[in-house]
C-alpha cells in the first residue's frame, strides 16, 4: 500500500484570470497552481494560506471556500505517493503584477529554493499539469 501526503491547493483568482507558475529552470514540470504539503497538525485550510504565500509572495489573498477533496496516485510521476488533495479557491483582494517571479525558500520536497514564474490565465484553462485543474470547473 502506497503512503498518503496530505496536499493543499489553491485556484487564485483574480477576475476571471487564475494565477498559474512555470519552473524556469525545470520547463518538464509544466504548469501549475500553488499547492504543497500539509504538515502534522496543520489544517488545511491553514495550509493553503501558507503554501499560496510561500509560493506566490502575495499577501492579499483571502481563503474563498473548499471546493473539494480528491484522491490521486503519482506513479505516473515516479513518486511512489498517493496525494490526498484538498483544493480551495482564493481570491486576489488587490491589483496583482501581470508576471513576475518567486523564489520559495522553505520547499517540501528538495532540500534547495525553487524558482517560480507567475502569470494569469483566463478561465476555463485546461493546461496544467498531473490533475492540477482536476477541480477548475467548480470556480
Known amino acids: ?3 498518503i501526503k496530505q496536499k493543499a491547493f489553491a485556484y487564485i483568482t483574480y477576475h476571471n484570470q487564475l494565477l498559474v507558475f512555470e519552473h524556469p529552470h525545470a520547463p518538464e514540470a509544466g ?15 491553514a ?7 510561500e509560493e506566490t509572495g502575495l499577501t492579499t489573498l483571502k ?3 473548499f471546493l473539494g477533496e480528491v484522491k490521486r496516485d503519482m ?12 483544493f480551495f479557491h482564493l481570491l486576489c483582494e488587490a491589483e496583482p503584477p501581470a508576471t513576475w517571479d518567486h523564489w520559495e525558500t522553505d520547499p517540501s520536497d528538495t532540500p534547495s529554493a525553487h524558482l517560480f514564474r507567475f502569470y494569469w490565465v483566463a478561465l476555463p484553462f485546461e493546461n496544467l499539469i498531473a490533475d492540477h485543474g482536476r477541480l477548475l470547473s467548480l470556480l
Open 1 to 3: 500500500m502506497l503512503p
Open 47 to 53: 495550509a493553503v494560506m501558507r503554501e499560496a504565500y
Open 31 to 45: 504548469i501549475q497552481v500553488p499547492a504543497g504539503t500539509i504538515q502534522p497538525g496543520e489544517s488545511p485550510e
Open 63 to 65: 481563503l474563498h471556500r
Open 75 to 86: 506513479s505516473d510521476f515516479g513518486i511512489a505517493q498517493i496525494h490526498q488533495r484538498y
